[in-house]
């Protein structure tokens, strides 16, 4: 029987090879698809008038004419929630 | 044993307990997250990345999840929004000072000092993310400078879609992970339950624990499915079964004398989660139920541990504040026919008890203050838990734990919790790669007492 100490040496080799074999197996596997599960409009405070300047239609997260790449169902482009962020020039 | 790592933590303040004077813990933790690739990155980057959105969204104070945070994960980690195309993968990197108001009796791990320890106590890599369509992880290799071990940490891969179910809404999913309660959305249950950063560098001492806030961790193999139901039942079952040792080497999680689990073990999760406007209420119940061979000796009966937990949050995702209230009973039966028979335990039949409640007030994400109470109650056994005072008592499997003259697992004791997340809403430079969060922890133990009714650390 191997010592303990022989079994954790050879262990940890052996988890880094599977680690960056695995790492680099799933990286490779990777495929930014839209996800199916969304958020619901209630959880991120969504509203259907704009709050200041920003609004949906303004919102980097918006997918025209009528949904969001994070919030489920219908979406206005004059509405709000609290995930907006800056649509990209 | 597991090193203390980030997704699946001890209670420090256990380890007190072990003080023969008066005790008390004070660690500075400071955690930061690596985006490995470019890019901005907050929150766990990975996720950030792969959602364009800071950590605040997902986080109260990284870890501790918002209700957002929770439907992320339940939705399979998969939610994108961002413009990261690269593949999801981060690191973590945290380093603790741990003082204790008694030095310990000799030096945590070699090369350290028996107090005021500046120690890298993790090093951690993630697969974090959507892989592929609505398939994704939660996996975390960590490393432990101070052990010199690296290996597989509570990691998780489900895939998640919705269906209609009674006209409602309903997410359902199918996951498989490496400890218990990993797959919960909840911060009240073991895996991520609070604190949790802490000290790994502090005394040890037998951590009277139920087993599934511990007994687990990364030696077993579950698979299961969950529903998520109108945004407001949440309802899990998994079935885990043990490692086998060539398993375990291969993932440096154990080896031919680690505890096995024998039976396909139950684990179960009903909670409910109601929320008006910015208030969530939620109230669960989960449990699990496992047969273990104590240091793979088989051939004389098992220990069976049935864990049956309570557990309640009110959190108030406001802005710029939120709090955070969590309650946790967890109540474990324990059979201990293996452990009798090894004279490690003195009863067949056991109970244990343990008991946890803390609140966090975050300040716009960035500003943390926890406060936690946590009490273990259970039946007196002197040879499981231990009796240097009584001859008749030996300690035979505790000769590690020298300060230890409790026979009871009695204890209780408080933490206290600062954090500063300086990037939680984002970094102030475009294109930081890091995330930090800076910690300072002060645990203490109310009272310890043994059977004898000797008071072993006081405040």
């Known amino acids: 029987m191997r010592e303990l100490g022989e079994e954790l040496k050879l262990s940890r080799r052996r988890v880094l090879i599977s680690a960056l074999g695995s790492t680099s197996a799933l990286a490779g596997m990777t495929r930014w698809t839209e996800a199916a599960v969304k958020v619901p409009q209630s959880v991120v405070h969504y509203q259907t008038a704009p709050k200041d300047n920003q609004s949906c239609g303004n919102c980097n997260q918006f997918a025209a004419p009528n949904a969001c790449k994070l919030v489920d169902g219908d979406i206005t482009p004059t509405g709000w929630c609290r995930l907006w962020t800056k649509k990209a020039a | ?459």
């Open chain 2, 1 to 459: 044993m597991n090193p203390q790592r980030f997704g699946h933590k001890r209670t420090p303040a256990f380890v007190l307990a072990a003080f023969p004077q008066g005790a008390a813990l004070l660690v500075l933790v400071a955690a930061a997250l690596l985006a490995v690739g470019g890019g901005p990155a907050q929150a766990l980057p990975a996720y950030a990345r792969q959602t364009g959105q800071p950590c605040a969204v997902c986080h109260t104070a990284f870890p501790e999840l918002t209700p957002f945070g929770r439907r992320f994960k339940i939705g399979g980690y998969t939610l994108g929004g961002g413009d990261w195309k690269g593949p999801p993968i981060a690191a973590m990197y945290i380093t603790g000072f741990t003082h204790t108001n008694a030095p310990q009796d000799a030096p945590p791990a070699p090369g350290l000092h028996t107090n005021d320890n500046l120690v890298s106590q993790q090093i951690s890599g993630f697969v974090a993310g959507q892989l592929y369509g609505n398939l994704g992880s939660f996996i975390q290799v960590t490393g432990n400078p101070v052990a010199g071990t690296v290996g597989l940490d509570a990691s998780d891969i489900r895939y998640a879609d919705t269906l209609n179910l009674f006209g409602k809404t309903t997410v359902w999913g199918i996951d498989a992970n490496n400890a218990p309660t990993q797959e919960d959305p909840w911060n009240t249950t073991p895996a991520f339950g609070w604190p949790q950063v802490s000290s790994t560098i502090a005394p040890a001492f037998a951590p009277p624990l139920t087993h599934i806030e511990n007994g687990y961790t990364t030696t077993v193999g579950g698979a299961g499915a969950y529903l998520w139901w109108n945004d407001l039942i949440y309802a899990d079952f998994t079935a885990y079964k043990g490692l086998s040792v060539p398993e375990l080497q291969a993932l440096n999680d154990g080896n031919s004398t680690t505890d096995a689990l024998t039976n396909v073990a139950p684990y179960w999760r009903l909670a409910v989660e109601p929320h008006w406007g910015s208030h969530y209420l939620m109230l669960g119940t989960f449990g699990m139920y496992g047969q273990i061979a104590p240091g793979r000796q088989y051939g004389i009966g098992t220990d069976n541990f049935l864990d049956v937990g309570f557990d309640s949050q009110y959190q108030y995702d406001g802005d710029p504040c939120s709090l955070t209230v969590k309650l946790t009973d967890i109540i474990e039966r324990q059979t201990l026919n293996a452990s009798q028979v090894l004279q490690n335990a003195s009863n067949v039949n056991n109970w244990l008890n343990s008991f946890k409640a803390n609140a966090s007030f975050v300040w716009d994400h960035t500003y943390s203050l926890g406060f936690g109470y946590f009490n273990v109650s259970g039946s007196h056994d002197c040879f499981l838990y231990g009796s240097g005072a009584n001859p008749t008592c030996s300690p035979v499997n505790f000769g590690s734990f020298n300060n230890s003259f409790v026979r009871s697992p009695n204890g209780d004791g408080l933490i206290l919790d600062l954090a500063y997340i300086p990037f939680s809403n984002g970094a102030p430079f475009p294109y930081s790669k890091w995330n930090v969060r800076l910690g300072l922890q002060f645990s203490s133990p109310i009272i310890c007492i043994s059977m004898e009714a000797q008071t072993i650390s006081t405040d």
